[in-house]
């Protein structure tokens, strides 16, 4: 059967690839903006047209109609008109591995499924354990942030109703910040807390945890007749990209003897910097931290991991089946420590970056990214059309059109009409949200080969589009078209 991979279908698994490879590569020599400004309405067209219960019409035709479907619709993350989210241009190396892991197929649920790859994964999670300060930590590869901050707040309540006498699921408690991902709530309601489980901690002026408010909050929560948990301390907030203060997070956890878990999805890429790791001093501190590669180490989705400081957390929440991972079997099988069964071998794609590139060298493109949102804030406070809203410790810029004699009303809503318009005209993608109660746009500046001179060109596009709205009087406007 040539339909599926094998010797007998080698030489047009070449074929495949080789034309895959030319047509992707084809787009990046020819895409000259993030997104094709396809209407939604025109995409689901093209969608719809495809009549998925039609007979085959082979390997050649079918990855053509993908590149005419997908890839020319697609949002590219590694032009530098793409500022928008937390999605990072890949890494080279990390495609090739992508592409090898994708034939072979392998599971590193079990050691029987993966060999080489588990031991391979397990190294990979030792060395961030050690790059985190964890002498003897241990860890999994995850889909991401949310299933990383999931399951270290699975092993906080498991270890919690193990050593606190008593206490029920129902009395726990954990301490975040309205900075927290969102992923904090969810894992909540998932693990069967209590509706109010999550408490949220006052903040700085930089939206980071404050430490005398974190000590008042675990107070609270003691006089209350309830458990803390754990305390959710970030490392690189989505919004602001700010850190939470981890060594002084990190002596109120103590003191109060409570699970740590710190979650550094976007601020991973410090571990690898040689002149911004002291940012992270105290996450060494912490009993589980959350990193997320495809974030912070341009490597392809997914490529995340949940690292523990005492590798013994992992057991708290193992099961063992005769099928699959019998109780006393001597094989390192990674869902013994995983809340997934089958799980690609996403640890590949680090491992061949880490051995191509180098630490050092991810290190210097991770603070390329922050130099270059340094320059920015300087651009946007200089400007006098543009207000710069906050400061930032990694890579964000929060700013707004609002020049002189322009009302904060109108200010606002240009930010959900600047976004709408540039987005429909595909040149420029940027994010909005909300900073103390009014909107703003947000630029997320993830490409270390994106110059000053990229992301002026952006803030152009948003001033001439702002200013055409303004002028036009379309702020409310659904249907405004503004030319650019």
């Not at 509706?195 to 005398?212: F, H, I, K, Q, T």
């Not at 200013?467 to 030319?483: I, Q, S």
Request: hydrophobic share 45%; charged share 25%.
């Amino acid at each position: 059967m040539h339909e599926l991979l094998s010797a007998a279908s080698a030489d047009a698994y070449v074929d495949a690839m080789r034309g895959t490879v030319d047509r992707v590569a084809t787009r990046f020599r020819t895409t000259t903006q993030p997104f094709s400004g396809a209407s939604r309405e025109q995409l689901q067209a093209l969608v719809d047209a495809v009549d998925l219960d039609a007979p085959g019409r082979g390997t050649p035709a079918a990855l053509r109609e993908i590149d005419e479907l997908f890839a020319q619709h697609a949002v590219w993350f590694h032009d530098p008109a793409y500022t928008a989210h937390l999605n990072c241009p890949v890494a080279l190396p990390a495609v090739a591995a992508e592409a090898v892991l994708a034939a072979v197929n392998p599971s590193v649920d079990t050691y029987d499924q993966s060999t080489v790859g588990t031991l391979m994964e397990r190294r990979l999670v030792a060395w961030t354990a050690r790059r985190i300060g964890f002498l003897a930590g241990g860890g999994v590869f995850t889909s991401g942030g949310t299933q990383s901050n999931l399951q270290a707040l699975l092993l906080a309540r498991e270890h919690a109703l193990a050593t606190a006498p008593g206490v029920r699921a129902s009395d726990l408690v954990v301490l975040a910040t309205a900075s927290s991902h969102f992923s904090v709530q969810r894992a909540a309601y998932l693990l069967g807390l209590a509706p109010d489980a999550v408490r949220l901690v006052p903040v700085d002026e930089r939206g980071r945890m404050r430490p005398d408010a974190l000590r008042i909050a675990l107070r609270h929560v003691a006089d209350d007749g309830r458990y803390t948990a754990a305390v959710v301390a970030t490392a690189g907030t989505t919004d602001r990209g700010c850190l939470d203060p981890l060594a002084d997070v990190a002596d109120m956890c103590d003191a109060a003897d409570v699970w740590l878990h710190v979650d550094a999805a976007y601020g991973c890429g410090l571990l690898v910097s040689r002149t911004r790791r002291h940012l992270l001093d105290g996450i060494e501190r912490a009993r589980s931290v959350t990193v997320d590669f495809h974030k912070a180490f341009f490597q392809p989705v997914s490529s995340s991991a949940l690292v523990v400081r005492h590798t013994a957390d992992l057991r708290l929440v193992a099961h063992h089946h005769d099928y699959l991972n019998p109780a006393g079997e001597d094989e390192p099988n990674q869902v013994d420590v995983s809340l997934q069964t089958t799980r690609r071998f996403d640890a590949l794609k680090l491992w061949a970056t880490l051995r191509a590139l180098g630490a050092d060298r991810l290190g210097e493109m991770v603070d390329a990214t922050i130099d270059l949102a340094a320059a920015v804030h300087d651009l946007v406070a200089d400007d006098p059309d543009l207000r710069l809203l906050a400061p930032t410790d990694l890579s964000t810029v929060l700013f707004r059109y609002q020049p002189d004699g322009l009302d904060d009303a109108h200010a606002d809503a240009l930010v959900g009409e600047v976004r709408r318009v540039l987005f429909g005209s595909g040149r420029a993608l940027v994010a909005r949200t909300t900073l103390d109660g009014r909107p703003c746009l947000k630029l997320t500046l993830l490409n270390p080969a994106t110059t000053v001179a990229d992301v002026r060109h952006v803030l152009e596009l948003v001033r001439q589009t702002a200013a055409a709205l303004v002028e036009r009087d379309d702020l409310l406007r659904p249907d405004a078209a503004v030319a650019l």
